[in-house]
């Protein structure tokens, strides 16, 4: 089955830098979601991206989606202690309401 | 709205025992999901519900079962639990957008965690 797969699976950087993740798929999708999971709860969404856009921003979030070469990023700007959490790509498929998650990137921040 | 709500949060079995993990949400929407996240696997897929009276196998069906009771509860069960099966357990659900390109996003329950001995 398709999975989305993070890269990397673990990134450490100092507050207030910024934080870059991007999620590699293999077949089409019909959109692409980020999602973040703190430690031991349960996941938020942060931004869905639809596969006929190619960028789109929330807040301090900024995500791209290049259909060509079937990749996402999800930049953090600025980062905070608080986006110390585990981030998730998630694809849905062009046919039904499948959705399928990656095995997620690990950010830590150092303050 | 409570969004979703699981039951139980802890749970520890033996193996052989079964058990069902409950999932409810309020949000009147049309698709629930129920995920497994083990120690550096991410979430896979189990099963979802695209609507009321509908199941379909996600990545990893093997050795569970699910109702989707009504439109507000979809239910886990595992007939004869096995080690292999320790894992927390998300439930999630999603409405249905109106624009062809896209859905509305899942909203995730706090999880179970099982413990299979």
């Known amino acids: 089955s398709q999975q989305g797969e993070e890269d990397p699976q673990a990134l450490s950087i100092q507050e207030g830098e910024n934080a870059t993740m991007n999620c590699s798929y293999k077949?089409?999708?019909?959109?692409l979601q980020w999602y973040r999971q703190n430690s031991g709860r349960g996941l938020v969404h942060l931004i869905l991206?639809?596969?006929?856009?190619r960028e789109k921003h929330s807040g301090r979030l900024r995500v791209t989606l290049d259909t060509s070469k079937k990749s996402s990023s999800l930049l953090i700007t600025a980062s905070r202690a608080a986006d110390t959490a585990s981030y998730f790509c998630?694809?849905?498929?062009?046919?039904?309401?499948?959705?399928?998650f990656g095995k997620g990137t690990r950010l830590h921040i150092l303050p | 709205n409570a969004g979703v709500t699981q039951t139980p949060k802890f749970q520890v079995l033996k193996t052989g025992q079964s058990m069902t993990l409950q999932c409810a949400q309020d949000m009147n929407h049309n698709s629930m999901y129920w995920y497994r996240q083990d120690p550096g696997m991410g979430l896979r897929l189990i099963y979802y519900?695209?609507?009321?009276?509908?199941?379909d196998k996600g990545e990893v069906p093997n050795g569970y079962n699910v109702s989707r009771l009504n439109k507000r509860e979809f239910s886990l069960r595992l007939e004869s639990a096995a080690p292999s099966q320790t894992s927390v357990y998300f439930c999630a659900s999603r409405g249905t957008g109106v624009s062809r390109g896209g859905r509305e996003t899942q909203y995730f329950g706090p999880g179970t965690r099982l413990l299979v001995l």
């Open positions: 077949t089409s999708i019909n959109n």
């Open positions: 998630a694809t849905e498929m062009n046919r039904d309401d499948k959705i399928i």
């Open positions: 519900s695209a609507s009321e009276g509908t199941t």
């Open positions: 991206i639809r596969s006929n856009e």
